[in-house]
């Protein structure tokens, strides 16, 4: 038989190990709130001041001194004369013995007062507050500085800006912070048979470059920012200018097409030459997608995906992700959620490899069913008609209808 | 004591079927395929053509006709003439009996041949290819039409356009679709105390508009667009003409802050005579986040968020993000992914109520810990160290350490 040079396939896990040693985040820069968000900050956040700044009411009632409380019930209410109403953004007059003052939700607290009773638990006669429950010292209020401590460290270095920090950083006052910079990935698009999808009539033996529209959208939900470089033939020099030139103006480089071993594939050649030896990866252990490839040119990743859609686009889910990830600051470990589903088939799977399998889900009668979409990885239609994919072990020989298995949502 | 208006509460469930019957989604625009990810179709998509529009080899190979490879083995190879190389891009030359054409990945099928066999199982000597494996008719080709065929409906009304429809419709050469136009969210925030942002020093009583900056990215992060209508006092007139003008310009207002039953709460009866008559939620069975309201005014949802910055970011993921869905287009149920945990505590829960707890993660030996992050509402800190929320069924009166839960994260 004929000789044909064999892969040196990586696993998986080794594959996303690389990924993870090999590329380093890219630069901080420092942009404004509005914009902070999905971001992963590249400096430590310290607290410039207390929030609150001022002892807070989180209830409608009375500011009393709680000791003035003590033994109060429905039938033998403590009585304390009301003294005034504290407004929002001003500051709250002081109490002294024997007496409260209003304080809405949010309201500050008065000197004196150290603690708040519930309107709920009191009524009002002729400036008289009855209060019918007592309270502790502390009860219904936010002490200064008890949601952040000023000088404490708020936000670590790496750390996602989600909601949460973002509203964080806005009760401190700061808005602009330094975050590391989005990526910019390049597109590339190669087969002499590949016409840009605005092509009306094919030629015979030509199809349209579905893979570029669709990978260019799932770099924007991974949060870079993508610059398209085109259809590229598979002649060896415009497949090394291409890359070369599009390099310069990206962090990242992802070619959908011709990684296979085939009689015309120049690309593990391009990416050997523009790395200036070996390639990190010339394969990996997974169905669809082994014939997957990544080079390291300078500080930047090359990506090379298999040409079929479902092996391409699933493949970029996975480790074209990881990459942009990396690059954008992320954790080594981000939770990655997933449905719980009942299978209602088997599923074959030859061991030694990790197994995606395209599944569409179902609800019935409570429970979640997922059922695989079978199909060769040339059809596009088949991960239409999915909801996500399964991912089975390498150690696994296939899964049974009736098992319990998480699915990885498409986005 | 004291009468105080009891609000209306709604259960969670019935909140969220109330926004469903309530609103429909936006109308339709015409958009181009490079910005379509991520939206809802508002037609259906009936394939103008075959894809592919040829049969094709799935594999690099000769194609040949697979009745001449019967039989043939390692020992006892078929013999084929070679007649030439079909070029990517190019059409074909028929074959004819005794023939062959080596056919790469992609390639088009000639004429005359119903399989490919892999170059891996071929030699070629002297213009003679030895073929060391028979094929089945079709075997390593995908025929015209296999993928899509032609008047076929691909896409239906109300589908979401993730990755592989984006990708379906390029390779259909489809560049523009009709979608559901994006919501635009109009945000306010009210409160006598509160300040933007970028307010340096804080006077006494006051606090900054952590919920504002918050609530614009996650509005963002749900696919809608955000028109942030500033801080409004807590002054009946203020309130009904900073709304109503706000929701002259956009779909839905937000509003964040003053819906707990309160002296100064504007809010409810500026809603009402918004909405002209019931609010269609002043209250759900939900902790944190219980004053929470909802109106419809002309086909408008304003949600009225809890001030509590943990109850207005928990209760805008779960019911805001419901009212930008419904809006966008979505369907009624998505998926909803999680991440599975066991709990490393007792949590107690009230009946009668949801309570969504905030959780923090950790893997330890392989397994993922769920520990709750316990803490008043009015703490954002809380938020920020959570990696998302468990929800506590309104049944159930509590969870048990060692217990498994489903984690959703926040983003």
């Keep these: 038989m004929r000789t044909v040079r064999l892969l040196r396939v990586t696993k998986v896990d080794n594959a996303l190990e690389i990924i993870w040693r090999s ?24 607290a410039p001041e207390d929030v609150p700044a001022f002892d807070r009411s989180t209830v409608d009632g009375y500011a009393v001194r709680a000791a003035e409380t003590f033994g109060a019930q429905e039938s033998l209410p403590a009585l304390l004369e009301k003294v005034g109403k504290v407004r929002m953004g001003e500051e709250a007059i002081p109490i002294k013995t024997g007496q409260c003052c209003y304080v809405p939700t949010g309201g500050m607290l008065p000197d004196g007062a ?35 401590r000023r000088q404490q460290t708020v936000l670590r270095k790496g750390q996602k800006l989600r909601g ?30 590949v016409a840009p999808v605005d092509t009306p009539v094919l030629a015979p033996g030509w199809i349209r470059d579905a893979n ?17 470089g085109g259809i590229i033939p598979d002649r060896y020099k415009d497949l090394y200018v291409g890359v070369q030139s599009l390099l310069e103006k990206v962090d990242m480089v992802v070619l959908s097409g011709g990684s296979s071993v085939g009689e015309r594939d120049f690309i593990p050649r391009v990416l050997k030459e523009l790395s200036g030896g070996d390639l990190l990866i010339e394969g990996i252990a997974i169905q669809p997608g082994k014939p997957t490839i990544l080079a390291k040119c300078g500080e930047k990743p090359i990506l090379g995906l298999p040409g079929h859609p479902v092996s391409a686009l699933t493949i970029f889910a996975l480790f074209g992700c990881a ?28 061991p030694g ?41 390498a150690e696994r020989d296939g899964l049974s209808a009736g098992e319990e298995v998480e699915v990885y949502l498409w986005v």
């Design 114 to 148: 150290d603690a708040v009773v519930m309107i709920e638990q009191t009524t009002e006669v002729d400036g008289l507050a009855h209060i019918y429950k007592q309270v502790a010292p502390g009860e219904n209020i936010i002490k200064r500085g008890e949601d952040i």
């Design 353 to 393: 490899r990790v197994d995606l399998v395209r599944t569409a889900l179902q609800g019935r009668e409570g429970k979640v069913l997922a059922t695989p979409v079978f199909g060769r990885s040339g059809l596009l239609h088949t991960l239409a008609e999915a909801d996500g994919v399964i991912c089975i072990e």
């Design 23 to 46: 590329f380093r985040p890219l630069a901080a820069e420092e942009v404004g709130l509005d914009i902070a968000g999905g971001r992963y900050l590249a400096e430590e956040i310290v």
């Design 323 to 350: 990459l942009i990830k990396r690059l954008s600051g992320a954790g080594d470990r981000e939770w990655q959620p997933t449905v719980r589903a009942q299978l209602t088939k088997n599923i074959p799977s030859r």
């Design 164 to 193: 949460p920090e973002i509203g964080l950083l806005g009760a401190l006052g700061i808005t602009g912070v330094k975050v590391v910079r989005r990526p910019v990935v390049g597109l590339l698009s190669t087969g002499d048979e």
């Design 212 to 228: 570029g529209v669709a990978l260019a959208y799932l770099v924007t939900q991974t949060g870079a920012r993508v610059v398209r």
